[in-house]
């Protein structure tokens, strides 16, 4: 008996070719995302994203695989998050219409669009935290603009319609970091080269909460009881301290050499799920607490 060979038609034959250019191009495109600096790391609300602030936009990694947001490719500095939304300072994108410098600026649809918020044409706030429940906003300021009139930790209640200056008694170091508290807008934690100093007033007075190693990040988890701190002295650590008690526990990195954690961030959706940034721009993920880690970017090239 001959064998008849079957030929799809060539409607089916396009159809086949088409998804086949998709799949390629999808790969390729997921391949190809890479960030020359890393400015911030936050997971979208429903922990179905992790998005990391680069140089222009937002590199996003989700369903195991990295994409450029369509966004505006903004170079985003100083960028949080909360429950309702990111907030970033830094430069416009090209041909954005926007003024340099953004000041703070807002988005509430997942980095589709942004607003302005205050200061825009003034002031670039590399250090920049949210408390993730309550939308208070603390900003470092290193130089003087039109609500601030000196330097230094000056938090808003309002989107920057007023500013407040930290009076930051007990703290007189260049700061390194900002975190707050995700439920209490008065709890704020510093870093610097001398260590990590609390606030429960507004930053007002500051206590020591530990000394010896330059904290390089600091990031309060959303259990509101235990701040996350990176630091390196020859090696890089990760430490998980209890601020009201000050009970500390180290916690395993992932192999990493001549590198160190330069942001924290943590599933909304899924709290025992962190991910780390690094100041090589390699990126983690640990499902289990710090047990185990998985890494998805290598030297600011997605995997």
Avoid: C
């Amino acid at each position: 008996m001959k064998r008849i060979r079957y030929a799809p038609p060539l409607v089916l034959r396009a159809a086949l070719a088409t998804l086949a250019l998709i799949a390629y191009i999808g790969t390729t495109a997921a391949q190809s995302v890479t960030f020359p600096h890393v400015h911030g790391l936050t997971y979208s609300a429903d922990g179905k994203r992790l998005i990391v602030a680069v140089h222009d936009g937002m590199a996003v990694y989700g369903a195991g695989r990295w994409s450029k947001d369509p966004g505006p490719r903004h170079d985003f500095m100083g960028f949080s998050a909360t429950k309702d939304g990111f907030y970033s300072s830094g430069h416009p994108a090209p041909g954005s219409g926007l003024v340099n410098p953004l000041g703070v600026i807002r988005s509430t649809d997942g980095g589709k669009s942004w607003v302005k918020l205050s200061l825009e044409g003034e002031s670039d706030f590399h250090l920049l935290a949210t408390s993730y429940g309550t939308n208070v906003i603390y900003v470092y300021n290193p130089e003087t603009n039109s609500k601030m009139k000196t330097p230094g930790i000056y938090y808003t209640l309002n989107s920057g319609f007023v500013w407040n200056r930290a009076k930051a008694s007990g703290f007189s170091d260049q700061p390194t970091s900002l975190a707050v508290h995700p439920s209490d807008p008065k709890v704020v934690a510093v870093g610097a080269k001398s260590g990590l100093y609390l606030s429960t007033d507004s930053g007002d007075s500051f206590r020591t909460m530990a000394t010896g190693d330059q904290v390089l990040t600091a990031f309060f988890d959303l259990d509101g009881t235990h701040l996350l701190l990176s630091s390196y002295a020859g090696a890089p650590a990760l430490v998980r301290v209890n601020w009201k008690t000050g009970a500390k526990r180290s916690l395993t990195l992932p192999p990493m050499a001549r590198d160190a954690v330069a942001y924290i961030a943590q599933n909304p959706a899924n709290k025992i799920e962190y991910a780390i940034a690094t100041f090589e721009r390699s990126v983690y993920v640990t499902p289990d607490g710090g047990g185990t880690w998985r890494q998805i970017a290598r030297n600011g090239r997605g995997l």
